[in-house]
Structure formats: C-alpha cells, structure tokens
T-cell receptor, first 111, second 116 residues
Framework: KAGVTQTPRYLIKTRGQQVTLSCSPI?????VSWYQQTPGQGLQFLFE???????NKGNFPGRFSGRQFSNSRSEMNVSTLELGDSALYLC??????????FGPGTRLLVL | AQSVTQPDIHITVSEGASLELRCNYS??????LFWYVQSPGQGLQLLLK??????LVQGIKGFEAEFKRSQSSFNLRKPSVHWSDAAEYFC??????????????FGSGTQLTVLP
C-alpha cells in the first residue's frame, strides 16, 4: 500500500497570503488528522476529519481551516499568513486499530 | 489536561551501547501510547504502540518499550544502538476510544546522537 502523501513538500509564501496544503491518506483510511510542528511549540494537533466531517479541533485561530472530500483526501487552508505560521505541517491517516501513520509533511516558510 | 514529558532533550550514546529514552505522561486514565521517530526533514515513523495487555511491547528496528502504570511511564529501549538510529524520538499519547484516539499529544522529543 502506498503511504500518506502530502503536496506540496515545500512552500514559500509572504505575510498576508493564504495557502492550501493537500493530504492523501492511505487507501481505505477514512480519518485524517493534521499537526503543526515548530521548534518552539513542538508537535501540536490542528484538526481531524472523518467522513468529510471535522470531529476534533486543536487550539488554533480560525485562520486555520480544513476540509475532507468523499475520497478521504483532505486539504488544510491557512489564511492571512503570519511569520509564526512557518512550520512543518504533518498529515496522518488512521487505521481501524487507531494507529496514526504520518506523511512526509509540507514545510511552509512565511516571509 | 493530558501532557507528555520527555525529560532528556538530547542523548548521546556510542554505537553498540544500550539505549533508554524516558517518557512520562499525565492522564486521567490509561491512554494509548506511541513512540515515533523522525529523521531530519522527514515525517514521523511509528516505532511501536501500546493499547492494552502485555506491558512490554516490541516494535520495529529492534526497539521495545515498557508500560508502567504505577509510574505513568512508557520508556523506549534498545539493547544495541546502530548509527542509523540517530534521529529525534517522540513519545505520544491518545485517549482510548474509537473517536478520540485520533488526536495525539506529543512530548517535546529526544534528539539521539550516535558516536562511532
């Protein structure tokens, strides 16, 4: 089985712009979770989608949003980018055994 | 609120030596427990997990971890470290339950350096 894929792998944006990141889960996995990783805050949960519905959301401002499509692919969007949004964004898909498998991440740099 | 503590920010060991990485958690009940490894610029790879049952769990790459309920710990061990084990290691917890387990709380990580 192919693993979790994330596109793009690298992204450079400027403050005030918006960005959309994509995640394709492992085939058959219906749950997708997103995490932000920064040197200062570590790994933090953003949100989780299951069957096109957001079920959990972490403590992030409303500028961070997401969605999931009927094929379980997910996108996350960050509007009005700030310098502090520079991070590695990780997507994970979950099996029926509650194990999260992570993609390689998208590294976002905000200038 | 749940929390995970990895008290060692950085550990250095010689190749062939044994390794133990510490992880303590604070939780209202017994959580699901995980260890992940991250190489530079990469995502997280699952090493092993504990859901229930035998408190000593085996993982990939020769790693094992022991769950100790009385100490709220889930320490990772390897009897003989290889140079390729150099990476950052993360302990994570998730609440039991089909729905909640998809939100993990991570420790701050332990960076492992392996000397030749």
């Amino acid at each position: 089985k192919a693993g979790v894929t994330q596109t793009p792998r690298y992204l450079i944006k400027t403050r005030g712009q918006q960005v959309t990141l994509s995640c394709s889960p492992i085939s058959g996995h219906r749950s997708v979770s997103w995490y932000q990783q920064t040197p200062g805050q570590g790994l933090q949960f953003l949100f989780e989608y299951f069957s096109e519905t957001q079920r959990n959301k972490g403590n992030f401002p409303g500028r961070f949003s997401g969605r999931q499509f009927s094929n379980s692919r997910s996108e996350m969007n960050v509007s009005t980018l700030e310098l502090g949004d520079s991070a590695l964004y990780l997507c994970a898909s979950t099996t029926g055994t509650e194990t999260q498998y992570f993609g390689p991440g998208t590294r976002l740099l905000v200038l | 609120a749940q929390s995970v503590t990895q008290p060692d920010i950085h550990i250095t060991v010689s190749e062939g030596a044994s390794l133990e990485l510490r992880c303590n958690y604070s939780y209202g009940a017994t959580p699901y427990l995980f260890w992940y490894v991250q190489s530079p610029g990469q995502g997280l790879q699952l090493l092993l997990k504990y859901f229930s049952g035998d408190t000593l769990v085996q993982g990939i790459k020769g790693f094992e971890a022991e769950f100790k309920r009385s100490q709220s710990s889930f320490n990772l061990r390897k009897p003989s470290v290889h140079w390729s084990d150099a990476a950052e290691y993360f302990c994570a917890v998730g609440p039991q339950g089909l729905r909640s387990a998809r939100q993990l709380t991570f420790g701050s990580g332990t960076q492992l350096t392996v000397l030749p």
